[in-house]
């Protein structure tokens, strides 16, 4: 699992007071950068080998201004060419929003999906949700 | 169906070239203002009866800056109380992504779902995907 | 003067109901297309050759969801490597925020300004504010 | 001085590979909460006193995914009813941006500005840039 802290900003927040939805995807995506460093360890966007197929996220609480939030990074699924991160927002110790996103391993010379090497499949592996 | 066109931003694509992927829930959000207006045609939103259960994208193609995407909202499904809209963006004719959201009638006083008022439920339905 | 039109989302108000400040920078870069074009006919990021040095916003009048904004960009003055943008957001006939932008001609090869090619100058001046 | 560390996100990188500007807005917002708390201790917008009326930025060096920015946020200036906030952002030991955001202290009852509360004015002189 891996953990990362955010602090919502006043921009987050919508006319109705608390974090918009939009900002989940972001906060998600920004979060996957454990995931994405164990493709391209440097980041570098010339290098990278991971397209993104799928996000969803299930909204369960309101996620209010001036308090921070975790978001937690699971895997939740390992297939041969691709996989889903599952994701929680908490704030307050209340499950804010679950966000999974599925990944796949993508040539983009070739521009086709390609196997999960097995040393990144068994780090993947790793971070499975018990 | 209702239609909105966006103009991808210099701001909205990342690192890899295209459009990011966090662009699109707010493209979709955008775009159900008509939905919006169907339960709150002031749009005031002390008056606001709707929230968001769900968002989910599929992504398709890549979609890139410097060429007008339009965005079609359709609804996909309708239920007691809550119903399903459907999105897509197409951009050069290319359906670049697919987004759904479960929206629920709510009540903020009592804090609990209502049952979709007749009238709404049947402008909803004008508006199903065939 | 180029126009561009934006439909406010909801995404873009905050927890008092208006705009959020941090959408105006949004609009007055993705306006600024044409500026960029300028430069760039194809947009293609490796052939860019502008950075942005300064951004200014002076918000003038609250700016509302709901109705659309035009973004009007203007020229306001040019130098001999870079130049001021000069930005008017008018919702329902006035005026909420202008912005300037500095933006410099260079070489990124070199890491250096340089003059404006006299072309591309006579057109931004045609842009001229009056 | 208040300091806020943020990891920049893919998100907010764009086609040259670099955070794009219309992030900083975000950032130096995002960083001012400790000046709204002086105004409004409990965050409620419904006893928000403070409006922007400007907002700068000066782009000083690129800005990069990868690493965290540190946002530091002083007081410049001090006047009757407006001050002037100065925010720089650091990553890496480098002074990538300097903010500056003047803000009113406003009755929204009355639509107009009011002297700022000696006893807030002393707080924020404590905070000056010396």
């Known amino acids: 699992m891996f953990s990362r802290i955010f602090n919502p900003g006043f921009a987050d927040t919508d006319a109705l007071g608390h974090i918009n939805n939009t900002v989940f995807p972001y906060?998600?995506?920004?979060?996957?950068?454990?995931?994405?460093?164990?493709f391209t360890p440097d980041l570098d966007p010339k290098k990278w080998s991971l397209i993104l197929a799928k996000i969803e996220v299930d909204f369960k609480a309101q996620c209010y201004y001036g308090t921070e939030v975790e978001v937690k990074t699971f895997i939740e699924k390992v297939g041969n060419s691709s996989f889903v991160v599952l994701q929680e927002v908490i704030q307050n110790e209340i499950l804010v929003a679950v966000g999974r996103s599925t990944m796949v391993h993508f040539d983009h010379d070739s521009q086709k999906s390609e196997h999960l090497p097995p040393v990144i499949k068994e780090k993947l592996l790793n971070h499975l949700k018990k």
Do not use: G, V, Y
């Open 27 to 38: 906060w998600f995506e920004n979060a996957r950068i454990e995931i994405f460093k164990l």
